[in-house]
T-cell receptor
Framework: GESVGLHLPTLSVQEGDNSIINCAYS??????FIWYKQESGKGPQFIID???NMDKRQGQRVTVLLNKTVKHLSLQIAATQPGDSAVYFC?????????WGAGTKLIIKP | NAGVTQTPKFQVLKTGQSMTLQCAQD?????MSWYRQDPGMGLRLIHY???????DQGEVPNGYNVSRSTTEDFPLRLLSAAPSQTSVYFC?????????????FGPGTRLTVT
């Protein structure tokens, strides 16, 4: 079946450095790709989305890149802060449903 | 606004028992959904609703029922609890069916079935 997955289960980054979280997807028909952040003990929180006809979208300290040729999605976080520690999920929108990847845990080293 | 609220926060059930997880939102959102999250995994969609009176199945609907009699409420019923249903359950809502990817999540219900 169609699936969304992540390359790395854990990413450890020095505070102040940039973080890059990667995601592979397989459903070419998805029209939106989304990143969510989940802090420990809480529900996921929407970060940013990108439409399938775009290559790049920027938000506050975050950038999402979409490479449809290799079906790859990435989330870049600039100047990583302790508050960025969380599990990050990519998801793809298929009709009225979201299909979620397994998640990457981002650890910030002081 | 309270956003998306879920009750209870924690629940322990015995195999075969039934119960209802409550979910409510006060944002007048059209779209609501229920997910389960197992340890170290992403979320899997159980059921969703694109408006009052309309529900549909997600990826893992077996063993669960939903109804949507009002815009605000979207309860999830476990018919006969099984240990495989031990999980954290999240309810989510979004403004419209077309923006169903930008979802607001509740705090979750941690369910243990013994």
């Amino acid at each position: 079946g169609e699936s969304v997955g992540l390359h790395l289960p854990t990413l450890s980054v020095q505070e102040g450095d940039n973080s890059i979280i990667n995601c592979a997807y397989s459903n070419s028909a998805s029209d939106y790709f989304i990143w969510y952040k989940q802090e420990s003990g809480k529900g996921p929180q929407f970060i940013i989305d990108i439409r399938s006809n775009m290559d790049k979208r920027q938000g506050q300290r975050v950038t999402v890149l979409l490479n449809k040729t290799v079906k790859h999605l990435s989330l870049q976080i600039a100047a990583t802060q302790p508050g960025d520690s969380a599990v990050y999920f990519c998801a793809e929108k298929a009709d009225y449903q979201l299909i979620w990847g397994a998640g990457t845990k981002l650890i910030i080293k002081p | 606004n309270a956003g998306v609220t879920q009750t209870p926060k924690f629940q322990v059930l015995k195999t075969g028992q039934s119960m209802t997880l409550q979910c409510a939102q006060d944002m007048n959102h059209e779209y609501m959904s229920w997910y389960r999250q197992d340890p170290g995994m992403g979320l899997r969609l159980i059921h969703y609703s694109v408006g009052a009176g309309i529900t549909d199945q997600g990826e893992v609907p077996n063993g669960y029922n939903v109804s949507r009699s009002t815009t605000e409420d979207f309860p999830l019923r476990l018919l006969s609890a099984a240990p495989s249903q031990t999980s954290v359950y999240f309810c989510a809502s979004s403004y419209s069916r077309d923006r169903g990817y930008e979802q607001y999540f509740g705090p979750g219900t941690r369910l243990t079935v013994t």
